[in-house]
């Protein structure tokens, strides 16, 4: 196999996109990763392909499927698990191996990587695959419009209301072993103090999700919608939450608070106070929820049973 195989520890996040973007690849290739070439009998010559460098971290991608954690888990890593299973596939004191075709004997890591590969590609041709992605696209577009109905709703409630968007991350040094459920438990902690903080008073609906991007790992995008005759500082109120956010992750977490940037928002902002009667602006406070479970920062893997998506309940209003 290839030389060029590094062994830097990815965290949980990333190693879930780097399947994704292996299958992916897969998908769209009718190459092996490695072009293997018989010299003479026991000896052989191996050269990288275009797919060799989606294998780097192989020996990650397999360790993620872990039976000590339940996780329900996205199309491609299905795949790739399903494929690891289909071969054989195990850990060898020389790396990752499986019996050939006839189990006459062990292949070699770049005949075992060529034979997941073709799996995978066989796989991805299935039609349990291909409704796969449709069946998410299609959650996330009922999602969308499920957070619109939400929205105006909430917004319809009294005559101003003062829209709050914020951002919860965490430092880039904690994301390196951040564990997708340390994400929903945190989500939890969130809840819990929105029902019983002071900071909440006079909320009207909220909306917090967990994500997952390329760039910054897990996250939450959230909504805060508070009633205007009460809370009139849309900015103090997100510096807030983000203080709150702080002190949940006990320092490893930091916040973006969109109020604070509205600027960049431009004819398209659709936060602060926004009043009842106006209906044009509704729009542009729906595209300022369009974070909030948008199919591009989809969890490629959960906790089983876990609620990605939040929503404060609405209460009927006292007479």
């Known amino acids: 196999m290839s030389k060029r195989s590094t ?49 780097d971290h192989i020996q990650q991608m397999v360790g993620l499927f872990d039976d000590r954690y339940p996780y329900d888990f996205s199309e491609h890593l299905e795949v790739f698990w399903r494929a690891c299973q289909d ?11 499986c019996l050939n075709e006839g189990e006459t004997r062990y292949l070699s890591t770049s005949e ?38 939400y929205v105006d709703r909430v917004l319809s409630r009294y005559s101003r209301t003062v829209v709050v968007r914020v951002d ?8 390196a072993r951040l564990r997708v459920e340390d994400a929903f438990t945190d989500q939890d902690r969130l809840v819990r103090q929105i029902e019983r903080n ?17 760039e910054r790992g897990y996250h939450i995008h959230a909504a805060f919608f508070f009633n205007s005759a009460e809370v009139r500082n849309d900015f103090s109120k997100a510096r807030q939450i983000c203080q709150l956010w702080e002190q949940i992750t006990r320092g490893q977490g930091y916040c973006y608070s ?9 004819e398209e ?18 595209y300022t929820m369009r974070y909030l479970g948008k199919d591009t920062q989809h969890l490629r893997l959960k906790p089983v049973g876990a609620r990605r998506l939040r929503k404060g309940t609405l209460r009927r209003l006292s007479v």
């Open 7 to 55: 062994y830097t520890s990815l965290s949980q996040s990333d190693i879930a996109i780097q399947i994704e973007r292996l299958v992916q690849t897969i998908e769209k290739t009718n190459i092996p990763a490695f072009k293997i070439t018989q010299l003479k009998p026991g000896q052989e010559r191996v050269q990288t392909t275009r797919l060799s460098q989606y294998f």
């Open 87 to 97: 071969i054989g596939l195990e850990l060898s004191p020389v790396g990752l191996t």
């Open 112 to 149: 075992t990587l060529n034979t997941l590969t073709d799996r995978i590609r066989q796989l991805t041709g299935a039609k349990r695959y291909r409704r796969g992605k449709v069946d998410r696209r299609y959650q996330a577009t009922d999602t969308q419009a499920k957070i619109t109905e």
């Open 168 to 175: 919860l991350h965490y430092l880039s040094v904690v994301q």
């Open 198 to 214: 002071s900071i909440f008073d006079h909320l009207t609906g909220y909306i917090c999700s967990v994500e997952q991007g390329k």
């Open 258 to 266: 969109c109020n604070d940037d509205k600027e960049s928002y431009g």
């Open 269 to 286: 902002l659709g936060i602060g106070v926004i009043r009842r009667e106006d209906l044009d602006i509704r729009p542009k406070v729906h």
